[in-house]
């Protein structure tokens, strides 16, 4: 493991989660990648999406389904956020991982999360655990009490 798989580890052992991070072979950069590789449907990947709130400037994760997208627009009228894009070096920065390995936990600082409500159509969903090659695995109710994040329909009809 790296030293980015294990501040995710101490962080969810912190929580007194017992999930475990599972190493892939090689980087899985897509949903759909991370289904072929874990034997799992789309859907069930938690993409950990980050955005820039415009008006704080600070960071805001989205869990979406990895067989969905984010309507800004829904984020907006239900959440009340106006969010824009956010590039490499802004995720760096807020979350201390890079694109492609961020999780939903363990960040360098404190962030507003929302959940796509559509991972609750699983009792398994899979995130990354700080770097491309690796995951884990965990109920999406232990997503919501680790993240303390906000459930909302927040994707493309």
Not at 96 to 109: L, N, W
Not at 110 to 129: K, P
Request: net charge negative.
């Amino acid at each position: 493991m790296k030293s980015a798989n294990y501040r995710v580890q101490e962080h969810l052992d912190n929580l007194g989660l017992e999930l475990e991070i599972r190493i892939l072979p090689e980087a899985v950069r897509t949903a759909q990648l991370a289904a072929d590789a874990l034997g799992c449907a789309v859907g069930q990947i938690a993409n950990s999406l980050i955005f820039r709130d415009r008006e704080r400037g600070r960071a805001v994760l989205i869990m979406c389904a990895g067989d969905r997208r984010v309507d800004l627009d829904k984020v907006r009228r239900l959440a009340a956020i106006d969010l824009g894009k956010a590039n490499a070096d802004f995720v760096r920065a807020q979350t201390g991982f890079a694109i492609g390995g961020v999780p939903p936990v363990g960040h360098a600082s404190e962030l507003s999360t929302l959940l796509d409500a559509s991972l609750r159509r699983f009792d398994e969903i899979w995130a990354a655990a700080g770097t491309p090659e690796s995951v884990f695995c965990m109920t999406p109710e232990q997503l919501r009490q680790m993240t303390d994040g906000q459930w909302l329909e927040l994707t493309e009809e």
